[in-house]
């Protein structure tokens, strides 16, 4: 008991409360299925992180993270053949959801490079390169939108960071704003390269949201949903639908 920490309570009291809304869900089977799902995902979190806190570590975890990423990325490659895969780059075409949902590759493959530059960047472990492009790669191969957002934050506040690491008052206002431009430079031009071609065009095509012009499917859906989160909640503000219900009311495609 002494190694509960306040996330070990919050996931706990998470898990408990989808199993109990069974009791006033609308499909007792959805919320069943997703309650187990979640439950098994939880109990592998818990073991990670009861082991690295043991080892009063974060590093283990963050490998563990970066490999695990890296394995799944190469049995999409065996599984694509490296042909296709080059080919699907050269043309920028999107990889299709057949083996693995393209944005939770994408995101993996975002969460890889972040660390791999971690440790090429602050451990000066040059041969984390060999991860970092082919992960790169693979978040354009995706063509998700959220692993974009994840690399390219995590890009800028990782090499940003560094550069405060030697304690704010030393870094004077001209190299913190200089920094920021060379930064958003250097995301800029990686962004602009041929084989980002399909990400930059995905988020160009969502931006139209905001002025109301079409903003491609995967956003006019997820806005739909977000609609459709809000008038549930007005409807069910205390306990919801029961855990995965939405799916009740969601468009047929999710």
């Not at 408990?16 to 098994?40: E, H, Y």
């Not at 082919?134 to 990782?158: C, H, N």
């Not at 977000?226 to 306990?239: Q, S, T, V």
Request: net charge positive; hydrophobic share 55%; glycine share 6%.
């Amino acid at each position: 008991l002494r190694n509960i920490t306040l996330l070990h309570f919050y996931v706990i009291t998470f898990g408990m409360f989808c199993f109990l809304s069974v009791l006033w869900a609308i499909n007792v089977d959805f919320a069943l299925d997703r309650s187990i799902s979640l439950f098994k995902r939880f109990g592998v979190l818990f073991i990670l992180c009861w082991y690295c806190h043991k080892k009063n570590s974060i590093k283990d975890l963050l490998q563990i993270i970066m490999f695990s990423n890296c394995i799944i990325m190469l049995v999409v490659i065996w599984a694509y053949g490296w042909e296709t895969v080059i080919m699907l780059l050269n043309f920028n075409i999107r990889v299709d959801n057949d083996l693995l949902n393209a944005n939770t590759l994408g995101m993996g493959a975002a969460y890889s490079s972040i660390i791999g530059l971690y440790y090429a960047y602050y451990e000066k472990k040059i041969l984390n390169i060999f991860i970092i492009l082919p992960t790169v790669a693979m978040v354009a191969l995706s063509g998700s939108k959220k692993a974009g957002i994840i690399l390219g934050v995590g890009i800028f506040f990782l090499i940003f960071l560094k550069n405060l690491s030697r304690g704010i008052s030393k870094v004077s206002f001209s190299k913190v704003i200089i920094s920021v431009f060379a930064i958003s430079a250097i995301l800029f031009m990686m962004f602009n390269m041929p084989f980002f071609e399909t990400l930059t065009d995905r988020f160009t095509l969502m931006m139209n949201i905001f002025s109301n012009e079409y903003a491609g499917s995967s956003t006019e859906d997820r806005y739909a949903m977000m609609l459709l989160g809000l008038d549930i909640f007005e409807e069910y503000p205390l306990l919801g639908v029961g855990i995965d219900n939405a799916l009740l009311y969601n468009p047929p495609r999710y």
